[in-house]
Structure formats: structure tokens, C-alpha cells
């Protein structure tokens, strides 16, 4: 498979994640209310490598560029969950002190189980947005979506 092949079958994989987890539905561009940014997006194309720097997968995400939102229209309130390093040392020192075992997760479209508050679109090409359900990595209420789940949610 050739790299192009392998990119274009990334992207397809991204695209079918977000219609499965259905982040958005199409409208006419001519049905944004008045007042609302079409906020722009992009894909953004990455590989991950292991130890010998040997490309393993490639990783399409479509990402919002939620630097063009505007607060108090496109979005109300915003949060960064942060952990604090010194409570991780102190869960894996037990953890090792108990001679537990400890495993590293990646929650894959993590930002996809928030639903979204405020009324949200996103250009696509041609002349379609998306009138956004969830939230997508870029958008600043993406976070507080996030802090909103009441149980853990994986893909």
C-alpha cells in the first residue's frame, strides 16, 4: 500500500468515526442563523512511530480551528482538565508498592462523547456546514464537554 493509499484510508477511517459517533448532521450554509461563525476546520495528518522511529499507523483528525469562536455566541464557558503530576506519582508509587499492575490506555475519540450546549457549525466544503452535535478537538467548549461526562466513556 502506498503512503498516499494509506493516508487517504486514515482519513476515511476519521471520517467513518465521526459518522458512527455522529458528531454532526449537514445543512445548507443558507440555514446558519444570523449572528452564528461557521467556525473553519481542517484535517490534521500524524503518524506514531516505535522505538526505532518505524511509522506504525497514520492518524487523520479532523479538527476544529476554534481560535475563530467567538465567547458568549459560539461558546459559554470553557475547562482544561489538568492532572496534577504529583497525584500520578503518588498513584504509581502505590501501585508499584503493591506490586500492582499498571496500564497505559489511549481513549480513542475521546472529545466525541461530550455533547455540545450551544448551537455550533463548521464548514465542510462545497456549500455545507455542520451543525455540530458533539464536540471535536479544537472547539473551546470541547474541555467542558469533557468535565460534563458522568461516567468514562471508550471507543
Request: with cysteine.
Amino acid at each position: 500500500m502506498t503512503r498516499s493509499q494509506q493516508w487517504q484510508a486514515a482519513y476515511k477511517e476519521e471520517m467513518r468515526s465521526l459518522c458512527k459517533h455522529k458528531v454532526w448532521d449537514l445543512v445548507p450554509y443558507d440555514q446558519v442563523p444570523v449572528g452564528h461563525k461557521v467556525i473553519p476546520s481542517k484535517p490534521v495528518f500524524h503518524y506514531k512511530c516505535d522505538s526505532v522511529r518505524n511509522i506504525i499507523w497514520h492518524k487523520v483528525c479532523v479538527v476544529a480551528k476554534g481560535f475563530a469562536q467567538k465567547p458568549g455566541i459560539d461558546y459559554t464557558d470553557t475547562y482544561a482538565p489538568v492532572a496534577c503530576m504529583e497525584s500520578t506519582w503518588v498513584l504509581l508509587h502505590i501501585g508499584t508498592s503493591l506490586d500492582w499492575e499498571i496500564h497505559q490506555m489511549d481513549i480513542k475519540m475521546a472529545f466525541l462523547h461530550g455533547n455540545l450546549k450551544e448551537e455550533v457549525f463548521m464548514e465542510q466544503p462545497e456549500d455545507w456546514v455542520c451543525y455540530m452535535h458533539k464536540t471535536l478537538c479544537g472547539t473551546d467548549a470541547s474541555c467542558m464537554c469533557m468535565e460534563s461526562l458522568s461516567a468514562p466513556c471508550y471507543a
